[in-house]
């Protein structure tokens, strides 16, 4: 049973960078069929992905915030890493970390970490 | 990047009912479509998985179906623990994988 737990800072300044780390146990993050991905969820709004990492440190980013978005993998921690820059009140939400199974060419977010909320605040 | 339209936002819905929830998509994603629930307060969890396969531990009541722009979420026989926010999901071609905007199931 693989599980995710996300952490970092609840409170960022605006123009600041979020920064936010998950957790994996259970499992390993070299393991090929996997991708890492970063979701969010605004309060009251719908599931938006912000990207994802492999395990040798591939990514992929949404358009959308690719200009402001860098992930990475620490394999010895078995954690992986978001950091979103350049932060407004847009951007609070609460963040899941979830893995990212490919079954055949169906991509499936099978595991999420219980989210966390960050609120972009002065 | 594809578009995804659920529909309706917000269902009531009687414990026992059968309901419907749809999914429609910007452009044909062939069988690339997953469903979600999420309760208040969790992380979503997957129901179905390419439009039609129900995810292990799933119960039977829950059915996918559709391909190419139309999907749709049924549940059968609504459960006191279905009264959820339903959402769906793309993956086909290539990221940004997105997600419909939820249908809200509620208690009637």
């Known amino acids: 049973q693989v599980q995710l737990q996300e952490s970092g800072p609840g409170l960022v300044k605006p123009s600041q960078t979020l920064s936010l780390t998950c957790s994996v146990s259970?499992?390993?993050?070299?393991?090929?069929?996997?991708?890492w991905s970063w979701i969010r969820q605004p309060a009251g709004k719908g599931l938006e992905w912000i990207g994802h990492?492999?395990?040798?440190?591939?990514?992929n980013y949404n358009p959308s915030l690719k200009s402001r978005v860098t992930m990475s993998v620490d394999t010895s921690k078995n954690q992986f890493s978001l950091k979103l820059s350049s932060v407004t009140a847009a951007d609070t939400a609460v963040y899941y970390c979830a893995s990212e199974l490919s079954v055949g060419v169906i991509v499936i977010f099978d595991y999420w970490g219980q989210g966390t909320l960050v609120t972009v605040s002065s | 990047d594809i578009q995804m339209t659920q529909s309706p936002s917000s269902l009531p819905a009687s414990i026992g009912d059968s309901v419907t929830i749809t999914c429609r998509t910007s452009q044909s994603i062939s069988n690339f479509l997953n469903w979600y629930q999420q309760r208040p307060g969790k992380a979503p969890k997957v129901l179905i998985y390419?439009?039609?396969n129900l995810q292990t531990g799933v119960p039977s009541r829950f059915s996918g179906s559709g391909s190419g722009t139309d999907f749709t979420l049924t549940i059968s026989s609504l459960q006191l623990e279905d009264f959820a926010t339903y959402y769906c999901?793309?993956?086909?071609?290539?990221?940004?994988?997105?997600f419909g905007q939820g249908t809200k199931v509620v208690i009637k």
């Open positions: 999901q793309q993956s086909y071609s290539r990221p940004p994988w997105t």
């Open positions: 259970g499992d390993s993050l070299s393991r090929h069929i996997y991708y």
């Open positions: 990492i492999s395990g040798s440190g591939g990514t």
């Open positions: 390419a439009a039609s």
